[in-house]
């Protein structure tokens, strides 16, 4: 794993004489089948008349050069991974393509290891040359996310307010309009303009639980990509996961803390105003609906805040924050449960404080879709908190040098059959065009060389199916886990070029390869 890859310096015109290239170390226990982002098959000494004949070919590289397989990866679907964005929940009152089908004339020189299947010894010997289909996939990208109407940055961190926001305040409008018919009736259609202001007041007192929690992240040195405000409240979208269980415990109980601050502020409010009036009904109906929220968040079950603070506990218990997860995640599943049948139940029994008979009929079935719907947020949150503990626990095993493709230098007017007979020559899956100093200048497509029929290659230049490098297609080999998902997220591309930290070109990173290590890492149970 240690062992460095390099590029030798290239050939100038027709001079043979080069450095051999050293790429990605060989791995003899990776077994990965044929993927169609692969696009390469395996070595053959077979070329294409018009690579021989028609065009003038530079000599072959010198020195002896390695087979190295394809990194050991899964299947993904499209989409460059976004990173392991940890998502704090405030629920309030909250390719298929085919595969290139092996050639039988291209397994006259597969060696196979003992105890390997022929399969598994040809997919060693995977190259860049004579590419297959093309991908049926896009190129993977990193997209931005889309929360729904900016609203502003406090704290430099974008609040956005989801399009399903506009259909629980209405629905607030509408129940909380009823409610002031009765006790206020001289309003008469006027309690609508009430009910609304008390709906954008009540998600004001939501959007300062979420400010509690990213100022708490960026006071801890942890990035909060945004807020967002949607159905049954808002959640504070934070990047990395807190270094202790202190933090995470500190983290997690300021949102409910801070709700329980304006219950009681609220209070306070209400007390120089006469009962009755709309400014006490206000008042009152966002103090009871702060408590609401702070002691539901308070459940000890993930994705509410008090899930998050059981994991911190069992966390610094067992000093497992993987522990710490399954425990609030299976307490967040039991509780869902519990709000599924509990809810309805405590609604028809007049626990909540209407008369049992007044239940029933349409309030039956609002108490029983609420229920339904509190139970699916809190089952699936705790779900996701499940998979992304997994994927946290994995990350680390996503590294650069172990992913990275071997690669060898051309120059910018290398005919694609040269180039290709060169990297199938190398066991190379990858093309850098260099200037005659050896500098890199861009990376060959492999999707570009798949557009190019074999009968074309000796005519194509290789520079005509490059993109130029940038400085963020530069990563370094040592780069692994969430520190190298944030470097191809800042710079999206198909391939970035792996470099040493002397400068050296160790090979070339497919963004493909990534995604689908990324994809099998979420995939691998704990």
Known sequence: ????????????????????????????????????????????????????????????????AKDTPAPETADAGPGTPAGAADTTNTPDAEHTAEAPTPDTAQHADVTRQPGQKPEDAADHHRTLAHSGTAPKNPPPTS??????????????????????????????TWVFGGQLERVLPDLGAARYLVSLFFAVAFYASVLVHELAHTVAALRFKLPVRRIQLQFFGGVSE????????????????????????????????????????????????????NLIVAAFNLLPGLPLDGGRMLRAVVWKITGKPMSGTIAAAWVGRALAVCVLIGLPLLTQSGALGSSAEDNVGMDTVMDALLAAILAAIIWTGAGNSLRMARLREHLPELRARTLTRRAVPVETDTPLSEALRRANDAGARALVVVDPEGTPLSLVREAAIVGVPEHRRPWVAVSGLAQDLTDGMRVSAELAGEDLLDALRATPATEYLVVEETGEIYGVLSAADVERAFVKAMARPS
């Open 238 to 289: 934070i990047e990395k996961e807190a270094e202790t269980p202190g933090r995470e415990f500190v983290l997690a109980f300021v949102g409910p803390l801070l709700s329980l601050v304006l219950a009681g502020l609220f209070y306070l409010a209400m007390q120089p105003v006469e009962p009755g009036t709309v400014p006490g009904v206000l008042l009152a109906g966002l103090m009871i609906s």
């Open 143 to 172: 997209p931005q996310p889309r929360g729904g109407l900016l609203m502003g940055r406090p704290f430099g961190v974008p609040v956005f307010v989801a399009p399903s926001w506009f259909l629980v305040a209405a629905l607030i």
């Open 1 to 64: 794993m240690d062992e460095s890859g390099g590029s030798g310096q290239p050939r100038s015109g027709t001079d043979g004489s080069a450095k051999p290239h050293a790429g990605p170390p060989a791995r003899t226990t990776d077994h990965t089948p044929p993927h169609p982002h692969d696009n390469g098959t395996r070595p053959t000494t077979d070329q294409p008349a018009e690579a021989t004949d028609a065009a003038p070919q530079p000599a072959p590289d010198a020195g002896p």
